[in-house]
T-cell receptor, first 111, second 112 residues
Framework: DSGVTQTPKHLITATGQRVTLRCSPR?????VYWYQQSLDQGLQFLIH???????AKGNILERFSAQQFPDLHSELNLSSLELGDSALYFC??????????FGEGSRLTVL | AQSVTQLGSHVSVSEGALVLLRCNYS??????LFWYVQYPNQGLQLLLK??????LVKGINGFEAEFKKSETSFHLTKPSAHMSDAAEYFC??????????FGKGTRLHILP
């Protein structure tokens, strides 16, 4: 158990819909990272938050947004979903030295 | 921009044999380098990390990796493979800890 909790574990939705993925980092970890993993793209860095502030953005689409709340949990919002957004979304946390502890992921299926 | 190339999407070794997973990186400045392991239906787990201290980095589960600047490589090794090492392994590079670029992964198969 990494200590990083992601919900939901599985999510099935339709194109055009909006979903929210939630991540609770390990106790004491200030950094939260979001990654998308798909068969064709591999692991893609989306965004990094540190203590509530955005630190870096990767290949995150404009339809996607994220935030980190004062209690350090983070949410990744995916809107106007397309078939190609089907993937495994990972959250990772650390005290700030790069993603160390990963959650088990949220598997999103867009039909 | 940084990038990382993992040679071989699948590697098979016999139980007890040497494990060697290859990773080459590209970076215009001294990089941080990482190896992660992903077991089926699980998230990634950090095996080890190079941050410009010792060039030979020891990680968990008996793995180690050596940073070779002249070869731009960071290969992962383990002297003796165990069945429980079967997993997917990812090499990653960063010049800042907040934006880590992953390779496409190498699936390690252990033959009995």
């Amino acid at each position: 158990d990494s200590g990083v909790t992601q919900t939901p574990k599985h999510l099935i939705t339709a194109t055009g819909q909006r979903v929210t993925l939630r991540c609770s980092p390990r106790s004491g970890d200030l950094s939260v990272y979001w990654y998308q993993q798909s068969l064709d793209q591999g692991l893609q860095f989306l965004i990094h938050y540190y203590n509530g502030e955005e630190r870096a953005k990767g290949n995150i689409l404009e339809r996607f947004s994220a935030q980190q709340f004062p209690d350090l949990h983070s949410e990744l919002n995916l809107s106007s979903l397309e078939l190609g957004d089907s993937a495994l979304y990972f959250c990772a946390s650390s005290v700030g030295e790069g993603p160390v502890f990963f959650g088990e992921g949220s598997r999103l299926t867009v039909l | 921009a940084q990038s990382v190339t993992q040679l071989g999407s699948h590697v098979s070794v016999s139980e007890g044999a040497l494990v060697l997973l290859r990773c080459n990186y590209s970076s215009s400045v001294p990089p941080y380098l990482f190896w992660y392991v992903q077991y089926p239906n699980q998230g990634l787990q950090l095996l080890l990390k190079y941050t410009s201290a010792a060039t030979l980095v020891k990680g968990i589960n008996g793995f180690e990796a050596e940073f070779k600047k002249s070869e731009t490589s960071f290969h992962l090794t383990k002297p003796s493979a165990h069945m429980s090492d079967a997993a997917e392994y990812f090499c990653a590079v960063s010049v800042r800890d907040d934006k880590i670029i992953f390779g496409k992964g190498t699936r390690l198969h252990i033959l009995p």
